[in-house]
């Protein structure tokens, strides 16, 4: 009997908690994810400090309570915070609504690697009547986005870097700098510490060259042995070749993505066209289950914020609905317009394997630098990657001068 009392007593104490839980399903409930955690401008120099931008959108079906999360940014390694709030409430936010922070950060050495976090954590330490859901029931676990920052020791000039000022595409490769283009459309490598590539790629106005899209995230693969969790790893790069015939330039970046694959990063220009043709080919060094692959994720160069934005205190910026594309759905195409440029990725519609679908990624804070993405995915259970069977990913990178809308990227987009 006793065992029986202390049953229904604890029953009783649950039915508000399942009340609660029953009463919205699923997709009735407000998922706050982080759309986007890093550098708003992809790379460190020196001792500078770094500016760092975080991403929250509301992707459930109901509202987001004011007050019910902090948005939780650290220093993982090799940063100092520099001032204000590391730990900000995030604001009421309707579905499909995001919010951008942005707070600064500084180098606490001359060299070494830089790492930051940021963490999505309910704001109640214990269930509370004033947070539904006695704190944020719907937000789970948490788990933390980690982002290590590539630095320089001095400025890479990559922004406006010059391409080759005749129609013929030509292409170079040195130990810690390589490009390859033509006349049109340049793309530019520079390696920065622990051999992380920092790509730009930039496009010819007029007589100018014009950098519209940079990048570090390259080669980026979730994957793990049988047995274990997956992690992800990014491509480090090793050594480069450049060849040159008629029409025709090519760019190979080869290196390592971990310890557990070989990568080759192909680039090639021709003649007369705005589009970089590019190749991520991957070989396992042993059996490995594969999760996802990003060959590349380019970033709009930030567009200036109004003085009264640039503030390092962890206080939200505006960040407006997520942007309904203009492609349609089934695009295969991430594009962002500047100016009087059109510039992004595209993708085949079949993945290197059966069963491997990509999916566009979030666009971040779409209205200040654009993050222009796809992400491949065998599904949940991953994919058996057999040891030395390449496996090839291929994308476009293209830029368009002038052109006045969106749409016309639909003439780049991958058979």
């Known amino acids: 009997m006793p065992h029986l009392a202390r049953a229904i007593r604890i029953i009783v104490a649950l039915l508000p908690l399942l009340a609660l839980r029953g009463a919205a399903e699923p997709s009735a409930l407000p998922d706050p994810q982080v759309e986007f955690f ?25 509202p987001l309570p004011a007050g019910a999360l902090r948005v939780h940014c650290y220093a993982e390694s090799g940063l100092d915070y520099t001032s204000g709030d590391t730990r900000p409430l995030l604001p009421a936010l309707a579905p499909g609504q995001a919010v951008a922070f942005r707070w600064k950060l ?53 922004l406006g870097a010059s391409g080759a000022s005749k129609p ?11 490009g390859v283009g033509n006349d049109r459309v340049w793309l530019k490598a520079a390696a920065a510490e622990n051999r992380t590539p920092v790509l730009a790629l930039s496009v010819r106005d007029g007589s100018l060259w014009r950098t519209c899209a940079l990048t570090s995230r390259i080669g980026e693969v979730t994957a793990c042995e049988d047995g274990q969790s997956p992690w992800a790893a990014s491509f480090r790069w090793r050594t480069s070749t450049a060849h040159e015939e008629k029409g025709l330039a090519t ?18 220009s021709r003649q007369d066209t705005c589009v970089v043709e590019c ?19 380019l970033q709009s160069t930030p567009e200036p914020r109004e003085a009264a934005m640039n503030r390092a205190d962890g206080s939200p910026l505006p960040a407006g609905p997520e942007p309904e594309s203009l492609l349609g759905p089934g695009a295969r195409l991430a594009v962002a317009h500047r100016d009087n440029s059109t510039f992004g990725i595209s993708w085949p519609e079949a993945g290197p394997l059966a069963d491997w679908r990509a999916a566009t990624l979030p666009q971040g804070d779409s209205h200040y630098a654009p993050q222009l993405g796809a ?8 994919d058996l990657i057999l040891p030395e069977t390449p496996i090839t990913f291929s994308f476009r990178c293209f830029a368009l001068v002038p052109s006045s809308a969106l749409r016309d990227a639909e003439r780049f987009a991958a058979p």
């Open 38 to 62: 890093g550098p708003e401008r992809v790379y460190a120099v020196g001792s500078a400090e770094v500016p760092l931008v975080g991403v929250v959108r509301n992707r459930g079906a109901a």
């Open 106 to 158: 500084s180098p606490s050495a001359a060299n070494g690697a830089m790492v930051a976090g940021l963490l999505l954590r309910s704001a109640a330490p214990s269930p509370s009547a004033d947070v539904p859901g006695g704190g944020a029931p719907w937000l789970g676990a948490g788990r933390a986005t980690m982002v290590s920052i590539p630095r320089f020791g001095s400025d890479p000039q990559l």
């Open 168 to 178: 013929a595409p030509h292409a170079y490769a040195r130990r810690s700098e390589a």
């Open 251 to 268: 760019l190979t970046l080869s290196g390592t993505i971990g310890t557990l694959w070989r990568a080759d990063l192909e680039f090639v």
């Open 279 to 297: 190749r991520l080919r991957l070989t396992a060094k042993r059996a490995l289950r594969a999760f996802a692959v990003l060959p590349i994720q």
């Open 375 to 382: 992400e491949w995915r065998p599904g949940e259970r991953g």
